[in-house]
Nanobody, 114 residues
């Protein structure tokens, strides 16, 4: 099992932006679908964005479409999530995942929007 490493979380005021990164050592980021998820205490983990590098396709949940952008740097094996126009309801712990059936996850990075 591969441990992914997220970074870039923090505290930001509403309307601001953050860019999350996910390093995927041992993976070629074009091998599998890669996704970003988020979780608020007491609620289920929610998939918010995904990218299928081999097809060039992206997916966004309605609540983030138009504000968040998922991308990947295949040369560096890094997945990104650019988050703009952040809202208080975006406050959560954000996780990246990849691998067959999203078997591999990172430890999460906290995003707080006030």
């Amino acid at each position: 099992q591969v441990q992914l490493v997220e970074s870039g979380g923090g505290s930001v005021q509403a309307g601001g932006g953050l860019r999350l990164s996910c390093a995927a050592p041992g993976y070629t980021t074009s091998d599998y679908c890669m996704g970003w998820f988020r979780q608020v205490p007491g609620k289920e983990r929610e998939g918010i964005a995904a990218i299928y590098p081999a097809l060039g396709d992206t997916y966004y949940v309605d609540s983030v479409r138009g504000r968040f952008t998922i991308s990947q740097d295949s040369a560096k094996n890094i997945l990104y999530l650019q988050m703009n126009s952040l809202k208080s309801e975006d406050t959560a712990t954000y996780y990246c995942a990849t691998g067959p059936m999203f078997a591999d996850w990172g430890q999460g990075t906290q995003v707080t929007v006030s």
